[in-house]
């Protein structure tokens, strides 16, 4: 039987936040996860985790053999998969994580394992900061001369000769 259990209290997790969620390790999930609280994995997990706006978990007994994307990823167990993340990825000095990672921040602790790419996004606001901005068109007076006539700025320079 599996269950799904509240994080306990002395776990440093802030309950203003949300709530949390954590699948025991003699949990096992086929299938996908969708979530809109944080998620510790302490069981295993085969295919797709995607918690968008909030932590996911990877404890130390956990294997995920899947896609994850998350807001922060904290990894001390095992991830098989590419790995998403908004804000941050952490992996922890026992974690071993084979595929590639996406995500705005990472740490790698000395002694974990990491085999893959890292893509480093900036996030929205830093693109829209860093973005320059467009060149302004080069536009031709748009009222009419008439034939003959010089243009006010070289009658100026014309006068003084």
């Known amino acids: 039987m599996s269950t799904l259990a509240s994080r ?13 969620a954590v699948l025991g390790k003699s949990v096992i999930v086929k299938g996908q996860i969708f979530g809109r609280e944080d998620l ?11 918690l968008q706006e909030h932590r996911l ?3 130390p007994n956990g294997k995920v053999t899947a896609g ?9 167990g095992t991830i098989h998969g590419n790995v998403e993340a908004r804000d941050k990825v952490e992996i922890r000095k026992e974690a071993k994580l084979v595929g ?3 995500t705005a921040r990472i740490v790698i602790d000395d002694g974990a394992y990491f085999k893959g790419n890292i893509d480093i996004v900036r996030s929205d606001l830093a693109k829209a900061a860093a973005a320059p901005k ?4 080069i536009t031709t007076s748009s009222s009419p001369t008439t034939s003959g006539a010089t243009p006010p700025a070289q009658s ?5 000769k």
Do not use: L
Not at 68 to 76: I, L
């Open 40 to 50: 510790t994995i302490d069981g295993e997990v085969e295919g797709t985790v995607e």
């Open 134 to 137: 467009p060149a302004q068109p």
């Open 8 to 20: 306990p209290a002395d776990s440093g997790y802030d309950s203003s936040r949300g709530s949390a």
């Open 68 to 76: 994850v994307k998350a807001r922060e990823v904290v990894v001390q």
């Open 156 to 160: 100026a320079q014309s006068a003084g």
């Open 57 to 59: 978990t990877i404890g």
């Open 100 to 102: 590639d990672i996406r």
